[in-house]
């Protein structure tokens, strides 16, 4: 089965930043995937995963050097409203990425501008928030929402667009312990019933590893591990030396091996 997005030797700058947020990265994410990506701050975790996006280099510029293919296409030679058909990104600050002031606006907007059939809207935006279990949202403003309510129609307004590919930076952080349980319980649901690629940028390394398929460390701009988790996390000593702090079950484990 070909990848649903390849990534093959990419570098990037930011602007005319000297530094490399991407260092020649190469990784393949198969169709129907879980990928966690974890990495200390500043490590290109963000920057990877708006290089699958596209907004590296449509939003984003600088000097790119390598390809990013997401179903096939070049990310360089097709538009990001192409990118956006296939892949749906939730990003950390999620007030920014609000465009309306009110629930059912904010869904409308994305499925009027990538054209949905009239027929369809009212179903899919229905889907969508009974999917988050938020349905009871759908008549309520932005501004009155918490920030894990605000995270929750973020994610319902990308799943009602049908994508192929959810790219999320962080979705956990303004949340409870239970109510990132809830998220990534419904992100596993939603990826198993729908045959959706799941890429998550998460902190929570504990949490993330329940769910993940495989785990990819990033470390200035460059990938040290790509693994199934309990591989991965099997590295415990050099993690925490990079700036990742492992589950303290798993650092007990490996230092009794």
């Known amino acids: 089965m070909d990848p649903i997005i390849r990534i093959d030797h990419v570098s990037f700058s930011y602007g005319e930043a000297s530094a490399r947020a991407l260092d020649d990265v190469t990784l393949s994410v198969s169709p129907g995937d879980f990928l966690g990506i974890i990495g200390p701050s500043g490590a290109g975790k963000t920057t990877l995963a708006s290089a699958m996006s596209g907004a590296i280099p449509h939003h984003y510029t600088g000097p790119f050097f390598g390809n990013v293919l997401v179903d096939g296409k070049d990310t360089c030679a097709v538009t990001l409203t192409d990118i956006s058909q296939i892949v749906g990104s939730v990003l950390q600050d999620i007030d920014t ?114 769910y993940a398929d495989m785990l990819v460390v990033v470390d200035e701009g460059r990938i040290r591990f790509a693994d199934a988790p309990a591989q991965v996390l099997e590295h415990s000593d050099e993690l925490k030396a990079i700036g990742v702090n492992c589950p303290r079950s798993t650092t007990l484990m490996n230092r009794l091996r």
Request: proline share 4%; hydrophobic share 45%; no cysteine.
């Open 97 to 210: 990425q609000m465009v309306a002031s009110v629930v059912e606006d904010e869904m409308l907007f994305g499925l009027e501008n990538f054209g949905v059939p009239h027929s369809q809207i009212e179903e899919r935006v229905i889907d969508a928030l009974e999917t988050v279990g938020i349905a009871d949202l759908r008549d309520r403003t932005i501004t009155s929402l918490s920030g894990g309510q605000k995270q929750k129609v973020a994610i319902a307004s990308i799943l009602a667009l049908n994508p192929r590919v959810l790219v999320l930076d962080e979705p956990t952080a303004e949340l409870d312990p239970a109510s990132s349980v809830t998220v990534f319980d419904l992100l596993s649901r939603y990826a198993r019933e729908h045959g959706t690629t799941v890429v998550v940028v998460e902190q929570k390394i504990a949490l993330l590893s329940q």
